[in-house]
């Protein structure tokens, strides 16, 4: 299993904020479908003022690479992805065109390495 963190910023509008939300309490199912057969096993999103923090879980044969390929040959993924730039604001540092930015792991922190001290 792999495991991958990524970030993304809300547009700073309250409102903005809880229409975003309430979408994602009635995600279409077809993104959902697009999801797992892309190989994710598990995925959350957590947010903290309007920055967006997601944790996915996935199996070994999964590719950030083939997950954006499948997306852009999926008209109903894209036709979200659309409706979701009107909540959606790149981080400063993304590339141009880049959602999602993958984070980098700096620390870790295993209990099982603490009972061999």
Known sequence: MKRYCLALDLAGDPDLIAEYERCHRQVWPEIKKSITD??????????TGNRLFMIMETDDAFSLQRKADLDLANA????WEELMWK?????PWAKNGEKWVLLERIFQLDANDLNQV
């Open 38 to 47: 892309s190989g994710v096993l598990q995925m959350e999103i957590y947010r």
């Open 76 to 79: 109903r993924v894209q036709e």
């Open 87 to 91: 909540y959606q604001r790149p981080l």
